[in-house]
T-cell receptor, first 114, second 114 residues
């Protein structure tokens, strides 16, 4: 049983470019959340998707957008990249509305913006 | 303001020794508290999760405690090993929305020396 898988694992972009990160949730999970983790910091909540809709959003600008597909996989898109967007982007999945239940993280996508 | 504060920020101990990490939170309402272990450049891995009614939970050499009255939690590591070197993150979940919201601490960076 595969856990949460993310791709790509590493990527380098230049300022102003756009990036798309992908996440496949753990089998049986239908809710996907995205987090940004700067070096030496805790993860910061970006947004959460359930039933193909954005359900909650953290304090991130509109340059950050996402999508969830019918198979529960998800994408995170970041437009007009800044140097400050360099971070580890984590995807986490959980089963429906189980706030006290399990939450599994992927290994992350390391984005470097030059 | 909902916050999660962890201490110490970093800790160095010798292999075989015990240590205790602290987490104080102001998240309200409260649903559950989780401790995660995050190796450098990897995704967080769950160690324990505790609800309001639980005050102790163990996972091998890891024992977490929760005092919901004082809003404090601790993670005790017994007989530390080199592989325990990692960041330990405290995460608190609220009941404010259907799918909940997670609040992350910045983590305690633990280094175990031989």
């Amino acid at each position: 049983d595969a856990g949460v898988t993310q791709s790509p694992t590493h990527l380098i972009k230049t300022r102003g470019q756009q990036v798309t990160l992908r996440c496949s949730p753990k089998s049986g999970h239908d809710t996907v959340s995205w987090y940004q983790q700067a070096l030496g910091q805790g993860p910061q909540f970006i947004f959460q998707y359930y039933e193909e809709e954005e359900r909650q959003r953290g304090n991130f600008p509109d340059r950050f957008s996402g999508h969830q597909f019918p198979n529960y996989s998800s994408e995170l898109n970041v437009n007009a990249l800044w140097l400050g967007d360099s971070a580890l982007y984590l995807c986490a999945s959980s089963p429906r509305a189980k706030n006290t239940g399990e939450l599994f993280f992927g290994e992350g996508s390391r984005l470097t913006v030059l | 303001k909902n916050q999660v504060e962890q201490s110490p920020q970093s800790l160095i101990i010798l292999e075989g020794k015990n240590c205790t990490l602290q987490c104080n939170y102001t998240v309200s309402p409260f649903s559950n508290l989780r401790w995660y272990k995050q190796d450098t450049g990897r995704g967080p891995v769950s160690l324990t999760i505790m609800t309001f009614s639980e005050n102790t939970k163990s996972n091998g050499r890891y024992t977490a405690t929760l005092d919901a009255d004082t809003k404090q939690s601790s993670l005790h590591i017994t007989a530390s090993q080199l592989s325990d070197s990692a960041s330990y993150i405290c995460v608190v979940s609220d009941r404010g929305s259907t799918l909940g919201r997670l609040y992350f601490g910045r983590g305690t960076q633990l280094t175990v020396w031989p």
